[in-house]
Nanobody, 128 residues
């Protein structure tokens, strides 16, 4: 099982980025997928998740209306579209897979302890 994130970069406040999470060794149809972020000196926090099957999504309040999670089963890739970016969004962004796919049964942002496999992260830096 391997997850590889890409798409991070440096962007000005108000700008947009699209992050990708490509999977190998398993199908996104079998796992829930979450996006997380961690800024220096802060705990890792859940940003968004998408369930297997019906594609239920959940978001952290801080990103609702600005970030969108989606999946492409043909490419076995999950995306996180980031818009209206703020300097506070600066962090390393990680995707992770959840065998139990709790995103479809538990409301609210994903919780890191519930995820089983992790990517290496991609850096997002938002300048003011």
């Amino acid at each position: 099982v391997q997850l590889v994130e890409s798409g991070g970069g440096l962007v000005r406040a108000g700008g947009s980025l699209r992050l990708s999470c490509a999977a190998s060794g398993f199908s996104f149809d079998d796992y829930g997928i979450g996006w997380f972020r961690q800024a220096p000196g802060k705990e890792r926090e859940g940003v968004a998740c998408i369930s297997r099957g019906d594609g239920t999504t959940n978001y952290a309040d801080s990103v609702k209306g600005r970030f969108t999670i989606s999946s492409d089963s043909a490419d076995n890739t999950v995306y996180l579209q980031l818009t209206s970016l703020k300097p506070d969004d600066t962090a390393t962004y990680y995707c992770a897979a959840d065998v139990a796919s709790l995103c479809e049964v538990v409301a609210g942002p994903p919780r890191p302890a519930e995820y089983d496999y992790w990517g290496q992260g991609t850096q997002v830096t938002v300048s003011s």
